[in-house]
């Protein structure tokens, strides 16, 4: 049962162009989501949260949207560089549970010049 | 540099043997979860401990076990391996309480031959 879902395995965009990753959750008891990028033979890095009280978390070129009732939320890079180019996770978590972080299987986004 | 420590960075061994991943959470942080990546694939949550007491538990084998010393570094012990075992495993830390941002270490990559 997956419960964070990112449906596209792969996204290409030009540098300077927008980036929009997509996920989607099932479980309603979500009340934190977590963006995370990889590169190969690295850890994951910690990019951006947003909590279910929000709708909208900025830092920097990175943005994260929340849609409660459709259990979406996106990741939106401006402009895109081609060091950005990696696999992004979101994850979730219900801190008034475990907080264990449930991810995604991940999308790879690749910019270029 | 997470602050998260895993060692060993490489590890090859047979079908049917018993290895020992560490690792060292960032300071303050009382929890530590591992993590398994298979083939580019998504991460799977394996197991949490806070504190040096088990909190969650995901899809871990029976064959596999982990703990939390009094000095909160973690080990997962993976016995009686099998092919299907080699993986990236991750161990990641949080402080543990509320909306918890975790860090990941650089990873451990299993090879059963």
């Known amino acids: 049962d997956q419960q964070v879902k990112q449906n596209s395995p792969s996204l290409s965009v030009q540098e300077g162009r927008i980036s929009i990753l997509n996920c989607d959750y099932t479980?309603?008891?979500?009340?934190?989501f977590l963006w995370y990028k990889k590169y190969p033979a690295e850890g994951p890095t910690f990019l951006i949260s947003?909590?279910?009280?929000?709708d909208k978390n900025e830092d920097g070129r990175f943005t994260v949207f929340l849609n409660k009732s459709a259990k979406h939320l996106s990741l939106h890079i401006v402009p895109s560089q081609p060091g950005d180019s990696a696999v992004y996770f979101c994850?979730?978590?219900?801190?008034?549970?475990?907080?264990?972080?449930?991810f995604g299987t991940g999308t790879r986004l690749q910019v270029f010049p | 540099d997470s602050g998260v420590t895993q060692t060993p960075k490489h590890l090859i061994t047979a079908t049917g043997q018993r290895v020992t991943l560490r690792c060292s959470p960032r300071s303050g942080d009382l929890s530590v979860y591992w993590y398994q990546q298979s083939l580019d694939q998504g991460l799977q949550f394996l197991i949490q401990y806070y504190n040096g007491e088990e909190r969650a538990k995901g899809n871990i084998l029976e064959r596999f076990s982990a703990q939390q010393f009094p000095d909160l570094h973690s080990e997962l012990n993976l016995s009686s391996l099998e092919l299907g075992d080699s993986a990236l495993y991750f161990c990641?830390?949080?402080?543990?309480?509320?909306?918890?941002?975790?860090?990941f270490g650089q990873g451990t990559r299993l090879t059963v031959v």
């Open positions: 479980n309603s008891m979500f009340d934190y």
């Open positions: 990641a830390s949080s402080a543990g309480q509320g909306l918890n941002v975790a860090f």
């Open positions: 947003i909590s279910s009280i929000k």
């Open positions: 994850a979730a978590s219900s801190p008034t549970s475990t907080d264990k972080l449930i």
